[in-house]
């Protein structure tokens, strides 16, 4: 699965558990998908940082 895929999959999880959290007695399988939206969540996020040192500036003459 591609790294875009990850974080609309995790806030289609994590709201749907919010729905059966709040509006039915599946307590067990709420918390499951709050869960592993959290966790599908946080691997999309995860995807998207950025190195620190990823180039921005020119080295100096001495290190080219």
Known sequence: MTA?????LGFLLLMLGFG???DSEWQGVAS?????GAVA???GLWALRREVAGGAFVPPASRR
């Open 4 to 8: 875009g895929a990850w974080r609309p």
């Open 20 to 22: 059966l959290r709040l």
């Open 32 to 36: 499951a998908l709050l869960g592993f």
């Open 41 to 43: 969540g946080g691997a």
